[in-house]
């Protein structure tokens, strides 16, 4: 199975400010890697696909990039509807395999 | 619109068993995979199966948590996907969602339902 780990587990920003996270996979996934957005006691919401690639009507604070093995996930300047729990996920291979999330908490 | 929408969550006792659904609307059902994942309490998300496209010839694949005791069916007649659970075990306790796969290969979850709770104790 590809192992999905993502960097840090948890953040503590301000609104504006300019956010990384990071998702690493244990082999090459070429570019198949989405992210997800998690707000508390709501469904995933998806954002961008094969790594780069804006879902549509996903702001374009939005920005994914990478390929191989190493990924991440920019959003520009931080709004306050973007506190929530990101997620990688792979779908290269079955089975598919998420990283264990990344905490964006309010600073 | 596209909507997905899980029922048939609840309590059971491990070694029990039951029957979650997923009724979508607004697309074409039978032209897509569709996936289910599950997330337990305060944890990540952790994918459960997906069933290909009818006619695919292909079964559906499974997580080894679940692979012998989980059973993804759909009925395109009714634009629905199903799994079953048995041998339900304490840690199998989590909301189970399902997701549409938007794409057949290298696809992505493009959509989810809102989920359902299953509780698996004594």
């Known amino acids: 199975d590809i192992q999905m780990t993502q960097s840090p587990s948890s953040l503590s920003a301000s609104v504006g400010d300019r956010v990384t996270i990071t998702c690493r996979a244990s082999q090459s996934i070429s570019n198949y890697l989405n992210w997800y957005q998690q707000r508390p006691g709501k469904a995933p919401k998806f954002l961008i696909y094969?790594?780069?690639s804006l879902q549509s009507g996903v702001p374009s604070r939005f920005t994914g990039s990478g390929s191989g093995t190493d990924f991440t996930l920019t959003i520009s300047s931080l709004q306050p509807e973007d506190f929530a729990t990101y997620y990688c996920q792979q779908t290269y291979s079955i089975p598919r395999t998420f990283g264990q999330g990344t905490k964006v908490e309010i600073k | 619109e596209v909507q997905l929408v899980e029922s048939g969550g609840g309590l059971v006792q491990p070694g029990g068993s039951l029957r979650l659904s997923c009724a979508a609307s607004g697309f074409i059902f039978s032209d897509h995979y569709m996936d289910w994942v599950r997330q337990a309490p305060g944890k990540g998300l952790e994918w459960v199966g997906r069933i290909r496209k009818t006619g695919t010839g292909h079964a559906p694949e499974y997580a080894a948590s679940v692979k012998g005791r989980f059973t993804i069916s759909r009925d395109d007649s009714k634009n629905s996907v199903y799994l079953q659970m048995n041998s339900l075990k304490t840690e199998d306790t989590a909301v189970y969602y399902c997701?549409?796969?938007?794409?057949?290969?290298?696809?992505?979850?493009?959509?989810w339902g809102q989920g359902t709770l299953v509780t698996v104790s004594s």
């Open positions: 094969d790594a780069s």
């Open positions: 997701a549409r796969d938007g794409r057949d290969y290298g696809g992505y979850f493009d959509y």
